[in-house]
């Protein structure tokens, strides 16, 4: 099964920009739909964001909270799924994740309504902090 690891995260002040990766192993990204979460301490784990492994740059859903800032990209090439973070918002501070599944569950499971159980991997995570 396909292992993931995110990199990127950080220290940004509000308005500044920020990109993940999560590279994967042991199975290839263009197999899976990928999706981005964030988890802030004590609270549920939410969907940012997924993308499809046929989509381009820029392709997919994105919850209403970040639409217009965050973009998801893949490269197939480099087995590395991609968060691109723009006019961050203190708001947006909190651990990302990223994680595979099949495609028919992907989309339910960012927007909340099956179990993020049914995904198929999860990255360790990646701390963003925004500061004002």
């Known amino acids: 099964r396909v292992q993931l690891v995110e990199s990127g995260g950080g220290s940004v002040q509000a308005g500044g920009s920020l990109r993940l990766s999560c590279t994967a192993s042991g199975g290839s990204i263009s197999n899976y739909c990928m999706a981005w979460f964030r988890q802030v301490k004590g609270k549920e784990r939410e969907g940012v964001g997924y993308?499809?492994?046929?989509?381009?740059?820029?392709?997919?859903y994105y919850a209403d909270s970040v639409k217009g800032r965050f973009t998801i990209s893949q490269d197939n090439a480099k087995n590395t799924l991609y968060l691109q973070m723009n006019s961050l918002k203190p708001e947006d501070t909190a651990k990302y994740y990223c994680?595979?599944?099949?495609?028919?569950?992907?989309?339910?499971?960012?927007?909340?309504?099956?179990?993020?159980?049914?995904?198929?991997?999860w990255g360790q995570g990646t701390l963003v902090n925004v500061s004002s």
């Open positions: 993308t499809y492994s046929d989509s381009g740059d820029g392709g997919g």
């Open positions: 994680a595979a599944g099949d495609c028919s569950v992907v989309p339910g499971t960012v927007r909340g309504r099956i179990s993020k159980n049914n995904l198929d991997a």
